[in-house]
Antibody, heavy 115, light 109 residues
Framework: QVQLQQWGAGLLKPSETLSLTCAVY????????WSWLRQPPGRGLEWIGE???????KYSPSLKSRVTISVDTSNNQFSLRLTSVTAADTAVYYC?????????WGRGTLVTVSS | EIVLTQSPGTLSLSPGERATLSCKAS???????LAWYQQKPGQAPRLLIF???SRATGIPDRFSGSGSGTDFTLTISRLDPEDSAVYYC??????????FGQGTKVEIK
């Protein structure tokens, strides 16, 4: 059974860099796109970007200037970096598998940006 | 960017009733690329429907999806108290970004 386990810092100060990693256990890493999404408290879902095993990447245009998604195929992991965070970046961040739909999700990481 | 608009914002119904949730797209979406999710408080979203009308693994048959072009519908035929949640539609994968509707909250009286 494929599972996603994610981790990273949960409390940041404004202007710092958010860094999260998601590991894929129990299934194939190749042949899929692996996405990051977020959900501000009490609000809806926003797709941030995604990557596949080959390093092909797509980003949301609204975040593209601050986002880097990378992949570590040797460890079946992919990572998110978001620079220059502000309070508006406070959200639960999810990793997920994209097969033209998000069928597998991590449990989410609450990232709070506060001075 | 394709904008998905869901209605109503909140639906309050009794157990056993039928719920009809709407998702309208700002431009045509391929039916194969329209999905629905259920999200309960404190949990990650759960895939219900993909390809506009195909149920995901383990999803009860009281959940069904339909539609094409710019108009899509999620129907819950007989509401169960466990169906209390927020439901999102989502489109993918022609031109980024992949987008979600703002959600419909289903309350069970």
């Amino acid at each position: 059974q494929v599972q996603l386990q994610q981790w990273g810092a949960g409390l940041l100060k404004p202007s710092e860099t958010l860094s999260l990693t998601c590991a894929v256990y129990g299934g194939s890493f190749s042949g899929n796109y692996w996405s990051w999404l977020r959900q501000p408290p009490g609000r809806g879902l926003e797709w941030i970007g995604e990557i596949n095993q080959s390093g092909s990447i797509k980003y949301s245009p609204s975040l593209k200037s601050r986002v880097t998604i990378s992949v570590d195929t040797s460890n079946n992991q992919f990572s998110l970096r978001l620079t220059s965070v502000t309070a508006a970046d406070t959200a639960v961040y999810y990793c997920a598998r994209n097969r033209d739909f998000f069928d597998l999700w991590g449990r989410g990481t609450l990232v709070t940006v506060s001075s | 960017e394709i904008v998905l608009t869901q209605s109503p914002g909140t639906l309050s119904l009794s157990p056993g009733e039928r719920a009809t949730l709407s998702c309208k797209a700002s431009q045509s979406v391929s039916s194969s690329l329209l999905a629905w999710y259920q999200q309960k408080p404190g949990q990650a979203p759960r895939l219900l429907i993909f390809g506009a009308s195909s149920r995901a693994t383990g999803i009860p048959d009281r959940f069904s999806g339909s539609g094409s072009g710019t108009d899509f519908t999620l129907t819950i035929s007989r509401l169960d108290p466990e169906d209390s949640a927020v439901y999102y539609c989502q489109q993918c994968c022609t031109s980024p970004p992949w987008t979600f509707g703002q959600g419909t909250k289903v309350e069970i009286k």
